[in-house]
């Protein structure tokens, strides 16, 4: 148990010790055997005066909760200690469970029924991160681009070429237990403090490894270049997943395919398990210098060694329909994200470091069922397919169409670049970023971007970048599942992760594969 002393603000460049003395100072708890650490830290710049705002944790040898109590402090608070209780299962499992997907999900699912001596078999369409790289960067130089091991493909999941982002919302225990085992296996030790933590696609892809060896040390088995083809079902429940042209005996299965398994999506939903449609965003990815929003969120301490690259999180709402950015990259670049021939995708990613030259973020517009529905639940693939193909189409290669940002507000291609130079690697085509989008995304993206302005100054600057398009923000279909997490229309196979629906980003996604593995094991013993 802990006492919690929260929104501690502090001038940005003084050191945690005076968090940990001020935490004292507020509580009167200055005796030396009382424990202090600080448990959370961010930037505020919100306020004209840059600040970290601490959270400090304290451990005292008496009733901590009765303490608080008395205080009657609304930043002191009693935390109880929060033990994650493992669950274990008495019958016994005819087979190993199947993992299928290395992503988030897929990765903690099985990391956590390796630990517990479940032997797990993972099955990834995609190649070792060694193999990725290597395939990743020729098709980024020109090579041809191999639809089954790519950015959105392969072990780490698309997470593994992102900013390694590790915030998310739905407030859940395992956080914590998430941040610990990157950590414990290479992540940054800070990671479990930051209120915005991350790791930087360079090494994350380190930890991805190392978790992938502890699945292998713990009896586990990774097939990569091993794609689903389908599950076998007899009398409503799982018997057999379908895989490298063989029938693979289990009854269960973690499904963490990842948002971009559309051939997976339609092989499944012909074996019977249920798939609905799923709101998604699309939209376009925008490019600034870095030092432009450094300049506007900090002001004139912009560049101090102590401070972060800014980042920021931008929304408006109007019509029943939201702008907002997502993964947004500080010193990142916008990278091509396609796992389709002919198609145009972008995303965005950064080093641990983010030192790059530009900030990105995407521009993403809500897209409802309403919108594209076809009597299907793969309304949404075909619109992002339309989006895509529309895209290569405007380009007539893989590089991506790209235009500033005052030329889109003012209705004109553009033809020549201003001082931010487009980061996508395989090259852009200057024009209309926006017209592959629906008219209703380029509509409230045009009328968004002032407003952004307003909020952070210089955002909607002339010379900024607009590359297009994005369309993988999440997936446009959810694997309907029951409260047991089994999927609708086959007992024993636990739809899991973004694929599925049910997360969005890394660390949601980590913690649904850690529910997933969950399941399996407090029906089944090891």
């Not at 001020?22 to 961010?42: F, K, P, Y």
């Not at 376009?284 to 999180?313: C, F, S, W």
């Not at 995304?441 to 302005?453: E, I, N, V």
Request: proline share 6%; with cysteine; aromatic share 8%.
């Amino acid at each position: 148990m802990s006492l919690m002393v929260t929104g501690i603000r502090l001038p940005f460049d003084l050191p945690e010790q005076a968090a940990i003395a001020e935490a004292r100072r507020l509580t009167g708890l200055t005796a030396n055997d009382i424990q202090a650490a600080v448990c959370r830290v961010s930037i505020d710049a919100r306020r004209g005066q840059i600040s970290r705002v601490y959270s400090v944790r304290l451990d005292a040898p008496f009733d901590e909760k009765a303490f608080a109590e008395k205080l009657q402090m609304p930043f002191v608070r009693y935390k109880p200690n929060t033990k994650i209780v493992i669950p274990h299962g008495e019958k016994r499992l005819e087979h190993r469970p199947v993992v299928v997907g290395l992503g988030p999900a897929g990765l903690f699912a099985a990391y956590v029924l390796a630990k517990h001596g479940y032997r797990p078999l993972v099955l990834e369409r995609g190649g070792d991160l060694d193999e990725r790289d290597k395939v990743v960067d020729a098709f980024w130089k020109g090579g041809a681009l191999d639809t089954d091991c790519n950015i959105q493909f392969g072990e780490g999941g698309a997470g593994a070429y992102s900013d390694g982002k590790l915030t998310t919302r739905i407030g859940d225990p395992l956080c914590d237990n998430v941040l610990e085992i990157l950590a414990a296996h290479g992540a940054p030790a800070d990671i479990v403090k930051k209120a915005k933590p991350h790791v930087g696609t360079d090494i994350l892809k380190d930890v991805v490894r190392e978790m992938r060896r502890e699945i292998i040390k713990n009896g586990g088995e990774v097939r990569f270049r091993t794609p689903l083809t389908g599950v076998s079902v007899k009398n409503g429940a799982l018997c057999a997943v379908e895989a490298d042209g063989q029938d693979i005996a289990c009854e269960r299965a973690v499904l963490a395919i990842g948002h971009s398994a559309r051939d997976t999506f339609a092989a499944l939903h012909g074996n019977g398990v249920y798939f609905e449609p799923k709101a998604f965003s699309v939209g376009v990815r925008i490019e600034h210098l870095q030092t432009e929003i450094d300049r506007a969120l900090y002001g004139k301490v912009a560049g101090h060694p102590m401070l972060p690259p800014a980042e920021y999180n931008l929304s408006r709402r109007a019509d029943g329909r939201a702008c907002y950015s997502f993964c947004m990259c500080p010193g990142g670049v916008v990278v091509a994200a396609q796992s389709e021939e002919n198609t145009v995708v972008t995303n965005g990613m950064s080093y641990h470091a983010r030192d790059g030259k530009n900030a990105n973020a995407a521009l993403a517009v809500s897209v409802d069922p309403k919108d594209y529905d076809d009597g299907t639940p793969f309304g949404g693939v075909a619109l992002q397919r339309r989006i895509e193909h529309a895209a290569y189409a405007q380009t007539g290669s893989y590089r991506a169409p790209c235009q500033k940002v005052g030329d889109f507000l003012n209705g004109k291609p553009t033809r020549k670049l201003g001082a931010v130079k487009p980061s996508y690697p395989i090259g852009v085509k200057l024009g209309e970023a926006a017209a592959c989008l629906p008219d209703f995304a380029q509509t409230m993206l045009r009328d968004s971007l002032p407003y952004f302005g307003r909020k952070i100054r210089g955002y909607d600057t002339a010379d900024a970048l607009l590359t297009g398009p994005e369309t993988r923000t999440s997936s446009p279909v959810r694997m309907t599942r029951g409260e047991d997490l089994f999927g609708l229309g086959c007992s024993g196979i636990i739809p899991c992760g973004e694929g599925a629906g049910y997360a969005g980003g890394i660390m949601s996604a980590a913690v649904d594969g850690i529910r997933a593995a969950f399941r399996i094991m407090e029906e089944f013993a090891d």
